[in-house]
């Protein structure tokens, strides 16, 4: 992981590594979702404010290896929790479950549109899709 300022993804087998890099400090997590990328740096992000506020920068920079991990500790894994368990499900996935939802919907109402279509046409085989009564309820 270089020094200098950024962003990266790295793949490994089924493992998917995220760092951030800012001010010579390395935020980094792993997570096991290949093409999902906005979840992890919101983590990683959220995470360096939070460490940030907690010690400050110029604290962070000159701490020896695991000096903060007892205090720290419960942070990550309060977070981690948030993050695993849907809290945190971004603007852009809420609106796939919305997309969803009322996909399904109109897949339902149309077959609703179909199967009428079939109990009034003059079809003799319409007794196979139900009662006509059924189609009243549109």
């Known amino acids: ?41 919101a983590f990683l992000q959220e995470m360096k404010d939070l460490f940030l506020a907690k010690f400050g920068l110029d604290n962070a920079q000159r701490a020896i290896a695991f000096s903060f991990n007892e205090d720290f500790s419960p942070v990550i894994q309060q977070r981690m929790e948030h993050y695993n368990s849907g809290g945190a499900m971004d603007n852009i996935d809420a609106l796939k479950n919305q997309i969803d939802e009322v996909k399904e919907g109109m897949v339902q109402n149309i077959e609703k549109v179909v199967v009428c279509t079939l109990y009034t046409s003059d079809d003799a085989d319409y007794r196979v899709w139900g009662d006509i009564r059924s189609c009243v309820s549109l």
Not at 9 to 27: A, K, M, N, P, Q
């Open 1 to 41: 992981i270089p020094v200098t300022d950024g962003k990266m993804t790295y793949v490994y087998d089924d493992y998917v590594f995220h760092y951030v890099v800012e001010s010579g400090i390395c935020y980094l997590c792993m997570s096991d979702e290949k093409n999902k990328h906005r979840l992890p740096y």
